[in-house]
């Protein structure tokens, strides 16, 4: 349903219709169907981001990734199809970009996490073209698969920036896909793949970043760490990089390329950051176990647009969203919200075609896996776990607030 209306209220109001905006409305309406929210989402789009990975790899149909936004909001929700642009908790109100006032009782932030294509230099300029792709935009991630299929040897770059970005290890999963289908090419040894990441690790978990490592030695993968991606000439192709020394000191390099996938910064959207809600670096301001913000206790929020230290994935969602759910009907009936988030966090790691590792973790790092043998292993049952199960469960349950 669209409401136009100029004045508008709801009970709870959502701020942004992906994956926790919907979870968490869907499950709301469960325990209480008469409960009247609104989302205020602009997109008519709803998009799948993790098959994405699989769409550069050349493994998934990126048409299978794509619904109308109508189609998967709970039907009893009212949808404010608008930009959200300003917030005055003080008086429980948010008003769109067109200056329209919606008013809520409880508010829940869901707003996710902003691509910022043009914090490096040069590169909306030519990416789409010139061997420069990345998979995370419905738009560009096919051109991966294109790129790699054109490939005929040379250097491939792949970067990882320093910013928070939507799952941790989705920049290197690319690069075994890409290394894997290089190897079915009898391409491998004309290859020169590196990963210039602009952190210290290839992964903050141990267990897993020993699979990772002897992986990249598979695929002969040159590992650049502290390697920041701040420009790109796609035409000459040369990346440029800042490189921070042990020592703290900065440097830059210049690296050719035949190919590069990049992996954009991001950050908390804009109107986000310049809100009153937002923490210091932009985000939304949390209590990271309960979910409620810091200032104002009718306020949640969930999903990457927070400031949960934990890793930013559609499964960190999946058990954040009960957790909201509880407490903020715990403040509805005037109760102390107990349900705790212990900053779970699941990384499905793709390592080839057929061959993934199954990353799960909490805020300390601890290993919580799910099954009952060493997920840090690569299994063709954990990748179909991403490529056939995931998706369903995304589409027919998570959606619903039935998972």
């Known amino acids: 349903m669209d409401n136009t209306t100029n004045t508008q209220k709801h009970s709870v109001l959502i701020i942004g219709g992906g994956n926790g905006g919907i979870s968490v409305a869907a499950q709301l309406l469960r325990k209480m169907p008469g409960l009247d929210i609104g989302i205020i989402e602009p997109s008519e789009k709803h998009y799948y981001q993790p098959a994405w990975t699989l769409v550069g790899g050349g493994d998934f149909d990126i048409e ?3 619904r109308k936004t109508r189609d998967v909001l709970p039907k009893k929700v009212t949808w404010i199809k608008k930009y959200a642009d300003t917030f005055l908790p003080e008086k429980n109100l948010v008003i769109t970009k067109d200056g329209q006032e919606i008013s809520y009782q409880y508010l829940v932030v869901s707003a996710g996490i902003q691509i910022n294509w043009g914090w490096i230099d040069g590169l909306e300029e030519t990416l789409g073209k010139n ?19 054109n490939f005929k040897g040379g250097t491939i770059l792949f970067t990882s920036p320093a910013t928070p970005v939507k799952c941790g290890g989705a920049p290197q999963k690319i690069m075994y896909l890409a290394g894997d289908y290089l190897r079915k090419k009898d391409l491998l040894s004309q290859t020169n793949i590196e990963f210039c990441n602009a952190g210290k690790v290839i992964f903050g978990v141990k267990k897993y970043a020993e699979t990772l490592n002897k992986v990249c030695e598979r695929y002969g993968v040159t590992q650049n760490h502290r390697h920041e991606l701040v420009s790109i000439d796609g035409n000459k192709k040369e990346a440029t990089f800042s490189v921070t020394q042990a020592d703290g000191s900065k440097s830059k390099v210049v690296k050719r390329f035949d190919m590069i996938h990049v992996t954009p910064p991001q950050s908390a959207p804009d109107f986000i950051s ?8 932009g ?4 209590d990271k176990h309960t979910l409620q913000h810091k200032k104002h206790p009718n306020v949640f929020g969930l999903g990457d ?11 960190a969602i999946r058990k954040q969203a009960p957790v909201l759910v509880a407490n903020l009907l715990e403040v509805l009936n005037q109760k102390t919200p107990e349900s705790q988030y212990n900053g779970y966090g699941s990384c499905p790691l793709v390592t080839g075609y057929g061959k993934l590792v199954l990353a799960e973790f909490d805020y300390d790092g601890n290993v919580v896996e799910t099954f009952p043998f060493n997920q840090a292993k690569e299994r063709y049952s954990m990748y179909l776990l991403k490529k056939k199960v995931l998706p369903w469960l995304y589409w027919n349950r998570i959606l619903k607030g039935k998972a």
């Open 274 to 281: 310049k809100s009153p809600l937002a923490d210091a670096n």
């Open 283 to 286: 985000w939304i301001d949390v």
């Open 64 to 66: 299978k990734t794509v």
């Open 131 to 149: 061997g420069v792709c990345s998979n995370y935009s419905f738009e560009t991630a096919p051109y991966t698969f294109k790129s790699l299929q």
């Open 305 to 315: 647009v927070t400031n949960t230290p934990n890793a930013k994935t559609g499964a």
